[in-house]
T-cell receptor
């Protein structure tokens, strides 16, 4: 069984559309994250949730809205997509908030905005 | 702004040699340091963590930390072609910080 799973793995869409990426972890971890990796491979945190509570909300456009229905799930909704949103989005989890460096990543969701 | 700097490479080493990957960080109160490996088209995976000054060895990998110099390194002994990947240095800042900051990674190529 995949520990951290994301769907879909690939999204190709037009500018202005809305899309969602779902993430689930079966590791029993308390903390989940969304990271964005751009074309230069720079990995940057977007959001962090601990037991469904938002902990980190980096400076991302408010078109990006995370939602954590329970501590095993963290979804990402993106409104009004722009060309610059094209990237690979990684979901990750860690055992607890204090272990924030020990991340388990999902396989990534490659978003292409045309 | 907290920064983590790495030479982007590519770093090419012959098979069997020692690969040395370096990283510096700007936040003096950083406490926890990590190395992740990312194969092309795959997700990052944690390979080493280090929290105190000195060396930490795990198989062919050795992480080195020097907090006074704000410097972290990863040595890979007996490099194998399967070690060819991008290596990401990551740092968690001082107590109470829950943010992991990644460097831009160093691409390593091990030549058979």
């Amino acid at each position: 069984d995949t520990a951290v799973s994301q769907t879909p793995k690939y999204l190709v869409t037009q500018m202005g559309n809305d899309k969602s990426i779902k993430c689930e972890q079966n590791l029993g971890h308390d903390t989940m994250y969304w990271y964005k990796q751009d074309s230069k491979k720079f990995l940057k945190i977007m959001f962090s949730y601990n037991n469904k509570e938002l902990i980190i909300n980096e400076t991302v456009p408010n078109r990006f809205s995370p939602k954590s229905p329970d501590k095993a799930h963290l979804n990402l909704h993106i409104n009004s997509l722009e060309l610059g949103d094209s990237a690979v989005y990684f979901c990750a989890s860690s055992p607890r908030l204090a272990a924030t460096g020990e991340l388990f990543f999902g396989e990534g969701s490659r978003l292409t905005v045309l | 702004q907290k920064e983590v700097e790495q030479n982007s490479g590519p770093l090419s080493v012959p098979e069997g040699a020692i690969a040395s990957l370096n990283c510096t960080y700007s936040d003096r109160v950083s406490q926890s340091f990590f190395w992740y490996r990312q194969y092309s088209g795959k997700s990052p995976e944690l390979i080493m963590s280090i929290y105190s000054n000195g060396d930490k060895e795990d198989g062919r990998f050795t992480a080195q930390l020097n907090k006074a110099s704000q410097y972290v390194s990863l040595l890979i002994r007996d490099s194998q072609p399967s070690d060819s990947a991008t290596y990401l240095c990551a740092v968690v800042s001082g107590a109470g910080s829950y943010q992991l900051t990644f460097g831009k990674g160093t691409k390593l190529s091990v030549i058979p």
